[in-house]
C-alpha cells in the first residue's frame, strides 16, 4: 500500500505537468505528443498488470487529472478489480437477457 501511495504521488505530478502546458497549442509540438502518448503506455501497463492499484486509487487520481484530457480519467475509470471478471458478451444467457430487455424497452414506450 505504501508503494501504491508512492506511484500514485509520481501520477499527479505527471498529471500536474498535463494540467500546466495544456493549452490550445498542446498537441502542436511533437514532443508533448509524444510526453502524451507515453503517460498513456504507461496508464495502458497499469491497467493490464495491476488493476488493483487503479481501482484503490481511482479517486485520487482523478481529482488530479485535467478537464481536457478525457481519456486518460476514462482509462482509469475503466479499471476492475483483478479478483473479478468482466461478464462475456458472446455468451448465450447474455444475449438472451439482452434481447429481453431490449423486448421490454420497445414495449415501454
Same mark, same amino acid.
Given at each position: 500500500m =505504501? $508503494?501504491? &501511495?508512492? +506511484?500514485? !504521488?509520481?501520477?499527479?505530478?505527471v498529471f500536474n505537468f498535463l #494540467? =500546466?502546458? &495544456?493549452d490550445p497549442e498542446f +498537441? #502542436? *509540438?511533437d514532443t508533448l505528443k *509524444? +510526453?502524451?502518448k507515453g503517460v498513456m503506455r504507461v496508464l495502458l501497463v497499469i491497467l493490464n498488470d495491476f488493476p488493483d492499484f487503479l481501482v484503490e486509487m481511482s479517486f485520487v487520481?482523478? =481529482?488530479? @487529472?485535467?478537464?481536457? +484530457? @478525457?481519456?486518460? %480519467? !476514462?482509462?482509469?475509470? &475503466?479499471?476492475y478489480p483483478s479478483s473479478m471478471k468482466p461478464p462475456d458478451p458472446l %455468451?448465450? %444467457? *447474455?444475449?438472451?437477457?439482452? &434481447?429481453?430487455? $431490449?423486448?421490454f424497452c420497445r414495449n415501454s414506450k
Open positions: =505504501e $508503494m501504491w &501511495s508512492k +506511484f500514485s !504521488n509520481l501520477l499527479i505530478v #494540467k =500546466e502546458v &495544456s +498537441f #502542436k *509540438t *509524444t +510526453f502524451y487520481l482523478c =481529482e488530479h @487529472i485535467p478537464e481536457k +484530457f @478525457i481519456q486518460i %480519467r !476514462n482509462l482509469i475509470l &475503466s479499471a %455468451r448465450v %444467457r *447474455t444475449i438472451r437477457c439482452l &434481447s429481453v430487455l $431490449m423486448i
